[in-house]
């Protein structure tokens, strides 16, 4: 049995895993941010209350970056962990086998494994929540790459500097990375509503905005049009180097179909591989799969 975690900068939820998509919840928690010993004591408490054995593992979904090679956590919004040794660290306190991977990482898992990418070989997970990001996984094993960077496909220089449905210029936007121009500044929900302001001078919820288009609205329909082009652009690169059998899509965004469908088409026009199979599709996993996900770390490792 694997005790999995979903860790944000809000809240820890935990649970056990028996197999990879059978989850017995535990609860949730709030996140201590400044203090280690009590972050590694509510851990602690939730694998006791899940009556784990002594020694038995833990697999755990962050939101953070984990370097393959040194294990060194990048963790902005817990400062507790951020530039620790994670997996060693919270190995020693709790003596117990421990593995950590990005929040993103483990949403592709899941979806490699239990949800839309289930028997495909070559899964690239896409997340287009408040910003942009990804992952990989090569027959049934996460990818992660050098630096643990691998997947996130939001950041770089890449966002068009024009358009032309509608005829616009588009300014480059500073990143929270410190780089100007990321599709991350762009392509999320604060990108969707950035984008209509920026054609209509109108303040409007990522939700608001996708709902009136789907309405008809044609202010709504210029934003989309917009998002669209300047979204499928890197995603149709990102499919031509990777080569993904299937890209599943997190996040807020990805909870709306017809969006989805909409940049599936947008996609599948822009690649090298002609296909009439829907590439770009919904995720099919949604509040549990930072816990799947975990599970599936553990798993993918011969953790039982």
């Known amino acids: 049995m694997i005790t999995c975690f ?8 935990a649970a056990t895993a028996s197999g990879s998509e059978s989850l017995t919840p535990l609860g949730r928690v709030p996140t201590p941010l400044q203090d280690f010993a009590a972050f590694t004591a509510a851990i602690a408490q939730l694998v006791e209350t899940g009556g784990a054995t002594a020694g038995s593992p833990i697999a755990i979904s962050i939101t953070g970056v984990i370097d393959p090679d040194s294990g060194i956590a990048t963790v902005a919004n817990i400062p507790c ?9 919270l190995g020693a306190v709790l003596q117990r086998p421990v593995l950590v991977a990005n929040d993103a990482d483990c949403f592709v898992l899941a979806e490699a494994h239990a949800g839309a990418g289930r028997g495909h070989r070559v899964v690239f997970g896409a997340i287009l929540g408040t910003g942009v990001g990804g992952g990989m996984v090569v027959d049934g094993q ?44 762009v392509g999320g929900a604060r990108g969707v509503e950035k984008l209509h302001k920026l054609l209509h001078g109108t303040e409007l919820a990522s939700l608001a905005i996708i709902e009136q288009w ?25 499919a031509n180097i990777v080569g993904p059998d299937i890209i599943p899509v997190g996040g807020g965004l990805g909870n709306s179909a017809p969006l989805i469908a909409r940049l599936d088409s947008a996609v599948r026009s822009r690649i090298l591989r002609q296909t009439d199979r829907p590439l770009v599709v919904p995720a099919q996993l949604t509040a549990d799969a930072g816990l799947i996900g975990a599970a599936n770390l553990g798993f993918s490792q011969g953790w039982h």
Do not use: M, N
């Open 142 to 185: 996460l990818h992660r790459g050098a630096g643990g960077w691998a997947g996130e496909w939001g950041h770089g220089t890449i966002v068009a500097t024009e358009v032309s449905v509608p005829p616009f210029k588009i300014a480059h936007f500073p990143c929270g990375c410190g780089r100007i121009g990321c599709l991350d500044t």
């Open 6 to 13: 979903d860790i944000g900068g809000s809240a820890i939820k």
């Open 214 to 238: 789907t309405a008809g609205d044609a202010a709504a329909a210029q934003t989309v049009d917009l998002y669209i082009q300047l979204v499928a652009q890197p995603l149709a690169l990102v």
């Open 81 to 89: 962990l951020d530039g620790r040794p994670l997996a060693q660290d």
